[in-house]
């Protein structure tokens, strides 16, 4: 399987972006997608997460309400809206596939295929 996350560039603070995260291989069908991000010096940390059966989404504290994730199944791909983008945002963002409970979508141990990430700058 291998996911390709692509989408990031430089915007300004208040703007918005759309990653992808498109999936060859393999079908979404069976998994969550999540989305982990990571800024220089800091550990990676979940963003968001949906589960393609259902649609279930979870997020983080610091994106509810700013960042949604869709689906497109004609497509295979997953979507992570960002909106009201802050400086804070700025990291390689990452998409990943697995199995996971949705007490557990946050939990980056439980992801076992990851996309090689896209960078997301976010100028003040």
């Known amino acids: 399987v291998q996911l390709q996350a692509s989408g990031g560039g430089l915007v300004q603070a208040g703007g918005s972006l759309r990653l992808s995260c498109a999936a060859s291989?393999?079908?979404?069908?069976?998994?969550?997608v999540a989305w982990f991000r990571q800024a220089p010096g800091k550990e990676r940390e979940f963003a968001g997460a949906i589960k393609w059966s259902g649609g279930t989404t979870r997020y983080a504290e610091s994106v509810k309400g700013r960042f949604t994730i869709s689906r497109d199944s004609a497509k295979n791909t997953v979507y992570l809206q960002m909106n009201s983008l802050k400086p804070e945002d700025t990291a390689v963002y990452y998409c990943?596939?697995?199995?996971?409970?949705?007490?557990?979508?946050?939990?980056?141990?439980?992801?076992?295929?990851w996309g090689q990430g896209t960078q997301v700058t976010v100028s003040s």
């Open positions: 291989g393999r079908s979404f069908r069976d998994y969550v």
């Open positions: 990943a596939i697995g199995r996971p409970i949705l007490s557990a979508y946050d939990q980056s141990n439980l992801y076992y295929y």
